[in-house]
């Protein structure tokens, strides 16, 4: 196995895939690298395993709630089956959770089952409002992708690099979230701000420290850009200030890599102090099409799984009391509108 540097993140090749014992050694990599390229080219069945040596399969807790028929009722409905067409994306996808189809595409009576819209995305983590352990995207290029690409954005270098006052700063902080109506990219279809929404902020208020760290201990910052409200304890204007100064920090080329994809490749990307973002446009027609795993790493650092809790408005709650205020916020919101899919 040889490891080579890129910018913020690291290839490895001469590795075989298809041996587990080698794909251990893959994860640990992973864990403590960030942003890890392969270019060798995997079935979707072989990712799901790779991934799940390393750890269980990642689902947002509203996904588990509605997707697993936990939480019922007419209020639901749309969501159930905006998941629905997004699950049946990935072929024979029974047993295989944590997968998805990214791209935008249609299945034969003309409704898409990607998770995302045409066009670029705005830079974002996977479920960043939750305190869950470190979860890895596994995102691989599945055909039609040339001349698109992808931008990973570690922030533990500019974390490292922040001076005393900032730093203590970043340390004591808590990102608050709001759904912002899926400001991450453009024209996103009501199924897919259901889907979204339900994955970013699924009950309103949810709080996490700024400061995180992945399995491996690397510190960085859960770095809040779209569904920010505010910091704790700070208004509104004076959190977008703070955060337009950390920002200055963090947003920098030599913390950025940029994959140009090919058809087979591989990135692995943490969701805990990682940001990504796709800077070209997908269009109409386009047959780009990438798939999705998502992990965590508790096989090789025990105690990074789920959140055993969730923090709201400065309280903790545990999943049933969690789960009751989403259905509360969620039956408030179905009475004041025809279909909830439009929210």
Partial sequence: ????????????????????????????????????????????????????????????FGHIMIGDKILTGKHWRSLLVSLSHVSKAVSNVAGRSGMSRVSYEKNKRGKPTGIFTNGQLDWHSDAQSSMDGQKVVGLMSLWGS????????????????????????????????????????????????????????PVAKMECPLR?????????????????????????????????????????????YRHDWKDGEIVFMDQSITLHARPTNVQEGDTR???????????????????????????????????QMMDEQRIAEFATTDSMVAV
Avoid at 28 to 53: F, G, H, M, P
Avoid at 232 to 256: F, N, T, Y
Wanted: proline share 4%; hydrophobic share 35%.
């Fill in 289 to 323: 099409t990438m798939c999705r795993m998502i992990s965590f790493l508790d096989k090789l650092h025990p105690d990074n799984g789920p959140a055993k809790s969730y923090r709201v408005d400065g309280e903790y709650h545990d999943f049933d009391t969690f789960a």
């Fill in 212 to 256: 995180d760290s992945t399995a491996a201990g690397t510190v960085g910052m859960r770095f809040p850009n779209h569904c920010f409200s505010n910091f704790r304890g700070m208004s509104r204007e004076e959190s977008l200030k703070v955060r337009a100064h950390l920002w200055a920090q963090v947003d920098k080329p030599e913390h950025i």
């Fill in 146 to 201: 040339e001349g698109s690409a992808t931008t990973f954005l570690n922030t533990a270098p500019a974390y490292a690099a922040l001076n005393h006052e900032d730093k203590s700063l970043v340390d004591e902080l808590y990102s608050v979230w709001e759904w912002d109506g899926g400001k991450m990219c453009e024209d996103l279809i009501p199924s897919q701000k259901e889907v979204i929404r339900y994955n970013m902020v």
């Fill in 1 to 60: 196995m040889k490891i080579s540097n890129l910018n913020n993140a690291v290839e490895v090749s001469e590795i075989d895939l298809n041996n587990d014992a080698q794909c251990m050694e893959l994860g640990k990599i992973v864990a403590e690298k960030c942003v890890t390229v392969v270019r060798d080219k995997v079935s979707e069945q072989r990712l799901y395993d790779i991934q799940s040596l390393w750890g269980q399969p990642s689902r947002a």
